[in-house]
């Protein structure tokens, strides 16, 4: 089958730069950003910096990479994270916390990858010797393997309550952050205030081919800059990159929108179906969760058979399937995806 009869939707990270951002790209002014001369990375910092109402922003080679620099800048070896159990840092980040900055996760169940304050409660260490101290809350906007789910802007305030209360850290892992603003109408700054420090990707359904970005105060990011030259993420004519995040900030937010009404037909469709196990009221972003339910058919046969129908999946957790709408598959490719999906029995 011939790549443009793919239709991809392991991932809104498969987005390709289009000629309008590449044309960005080429033409972007940069300078060593190592000492801090990069003149699109210090427009795109400023930007986000901005967007998120914070002091200031660092720009990233990875959301990963975010994250970590992230958590160490937070955290001294010995300490603990309380994270929610299917979150991107616990489940996709091979484990770096406790390479890179030798703190111990503490993984507590959502629900959607939502958890609740009286749960993060319960979680901190009472302050003896013999027990590691609770440094960092870190949640997750829109949650990934949650289903896309948009973090409830009462629960994050209730969670801040008790992360005041314990003078906690509080860290926001907002790599589909736009997803979830467009989708609420709650803006950047209004999720953004209750952090001390806020990830970004551009990468994943922005459509710029590299980069993160990580927001807070300007204390906080001029320490966070040391620990990114240390985890190797100096980079110097970066422009180039920066220039994509630019573009696609200025372009591709809006239209995110497109990318929910997409999923929630690619829901609609794939519900109609006996064999398919689809909540379409969950289906709040740019992602869809599901079921193939078949005594003979295991999720990764069924992504494999789709595969073969020149449909792109992925696999979720225990046995789910994963379908992300994103701006390089067009609504009636969503549709034949989806019928496809809908028509399969084995
Ligand atoms: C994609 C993603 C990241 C960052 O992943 P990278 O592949 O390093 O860009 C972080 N958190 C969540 C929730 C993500 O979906």
Redesign the pocket.
Known sequence: MKSAEIIDLRSD?VTKPSNEMRKAMAFAEVGDDVFGEDPTVNLLEEKIADLLGKEAALYMA??????QVALKTHTVPGDEVIVEKE???FN??TAAPSLLSGVQLNPIPGIRGIIEANQVESAIRPAVYYMMPTKLVCL?N???RGGGTIYPLEKIVEIETVVRQHNLKFHL?G??LWNASVASGISLKEYATHFDSV?V?L??GLGAPVG?VLAGSKEYISLARRFRKIFGGGMRQAGVLAAAGLYAIEHNVARLAEDHEKAKMFAGIIAESPRIEVSVEHVETNIVIFKYISKNVSAENFIAEMKKNGVLLSAGSAGKIRAVTHLDVSREQVRIAAEKIATYNA
């Open positions: 990270t990875s959301g990963v990479m975010s994250n979150s991107h840092i996709y980040e997750e829109t949650h990934n892992d790599a589909r990830s990707c990468s994943k993160s």
